[in-house]
């Protein structure tokens, strides 16, 4: 069987539900804001275009192309600045600028931008061949956490190394991928005849393996996405990143969230409730709702896409919003 994309072109990035994150940012025009994924910088331009001349927008990315994308508007626009690093260091960048407390709104649009997607040489794309890579950073060898330091090494690295367990563990956790391992397997065999270098390679090996390919989806789709989301650490940034935006909003800052997959918009949702349900008491415990120490409140729905915004931008149709505001009275808490 032969997969057919639909569309080969590369692409601009479009940002993913623009006004809904405006409105839900709840602008003021002497704000402050953080964009912890510039990518090609679209909400960002987009909230500066309402910011009077006192407000400002920080720029996190962890890609070197999109920081470099970034130079141009900080030279044209001192209201702006960008930090080449990833989200995960969030409250330390705000700290040194003297911003801690004071943000006005975060916004996290998730996931990887149409250039990393439709440029061959980062090797994020089954649809053209390159170097089986996937890093958004692929300067970074190693990353501090709070506990360790990590080695990042590309897909195909890791690849080479891994046991037919640990890639099936992989495909399973973050692709939920049901032929995990007989993929894994696949995998395994291949790398004994030859090294695997390119995506290209890769997606053969999985669709050639995969017993049940999904209409209109390649078979590889899953595995991709995996191999990605763990290579680049993306659910434990986002993980470490959320605590921290308690720390650098002000009372009534808001948090925006754009996720494109179940697994991160579960932890989104989690915290987000979590956080206004307050401190854990035992059960049976009688406690009010303001010994509970709620530090965030959910301001409306879960937002997706309209069927126009899918149809103009394919890319937008698994995004999700979510939007949630800082009480007043917030507890100064990193450990929730
Ligand atoms: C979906 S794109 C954002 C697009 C952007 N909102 C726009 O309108 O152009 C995600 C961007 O976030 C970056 N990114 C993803 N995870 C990151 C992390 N943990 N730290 C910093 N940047 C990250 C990626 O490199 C990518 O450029």
């Given at each position: ?131 089986l890579?996937m ?13 360790e330091?990590v080695t990042v090494v590309g897909v195909g690295e890791w690849l080479s190394k891994a046991t037919t367990f640990e890639i099936a563990d992989v495909l399973k956790t973050y692709g939920e991928e049901r032929h995990a391992r007989r993929l894994a397997r696949a995998i395994v065999a291949a790398r004994?005849?030859?090294?695997l ?5 890769l997606?053969?090996i999985i669709?050639?393996a995969h017993p ?7 078979p590889a789709t899953r595995c991709f996405q995996a191999l990605r989301i763990f290579i680049n650490r993306e659910l434990e940034q986002l993980r ?21 997959h179940s697994l991160e918009?579960r932890i ?69």
């Amino acid at each position: 069987m032969v997969f057919k994309p639909k569309s080969l072109n590369p692409s601009p990035h479009q940002p993913v539900l623009l006004s809904q994150v405006l409105s839900a940012l709840n602008l003021r025009s002497d704000g402050i804001y953080v964009d912890c994924t510039f990518g090609r910088g679209g909400h960002t331009e987009a909230i500066l275009n309402r910011l009077g001349t006192v407000g400002g927008v920080l720029a996190f990315d962890q890609d070197p192309e999109a920081v470099q994308a970034a130079q141009a508007l900080c030279v044209a626009d001192n209201r702006f600045s960008i930090v080449h690093s990833d989200f995960a260091q969030l409250a330390l960048h705000v700290e040194r600028r003297g911003w801690l407390g004071k943000v006005n709104g975060v916004l996290l649009d998730l996931g990887v931008s149409s250039p990393q997607l439709d440029t061959p040489a980062r090797g994020f794309s089954f649809m053209r061949d390159g170097p089986l890579d996937m890093r958004m950073n692929p300067n970074s060898t190693e990353t501090e956490t709070e506990t360790e330091t990590v080695t990042v090494v590309g897909v195909g690295e890791w690849l080479s190394k891994a046991t037919t367990f640990e890639i099936a563990d992989v495909l399973k956790t973050y692709g939920e991928e049901r032929h995990a391992r007989r993929l894994a397997r696949a995998i395994v065999a291949a790398r004994e005849q030859t090294e695997l270098k390119t995506t290209r390679q890769l997606a053969d090996i999985i669709a050639a393996a995969h017993p049940a390919w999904e209409k209109d989806k390649h078979p590889a789709t899953r595995c991709f996405q995996a191999l990605r989301i763990f290579i680049n650490r993306e659910l434990e940034q986002l993980r470490q990143v959320l605590p921290q935006v308690l720390e650098v909003l002000a009372p009534g800052g808001r948090l925006v969230v754009i996720s494109f997959h179940s697994l991160e918009d579960r932890i989104v949702k989690r915290f987000i409730r979590d956080c206004v349900r307050g401190d854990d008491f035992p059960p049976g415990v009688p406690v009010t709702a303001k010994a509970l120490h709620p530090t965030l409140r959910t301001i409306g729905k879960p937002v997706k896409p309209s069927a126009a915004e899918v149809a103009a931008n394919p890319r937008a149709r698994s995004a999700i919003m979510r939007v949630a505001e800082v009480l007043t009275e917030k507890k100064m808490s990193v450990n929730k």
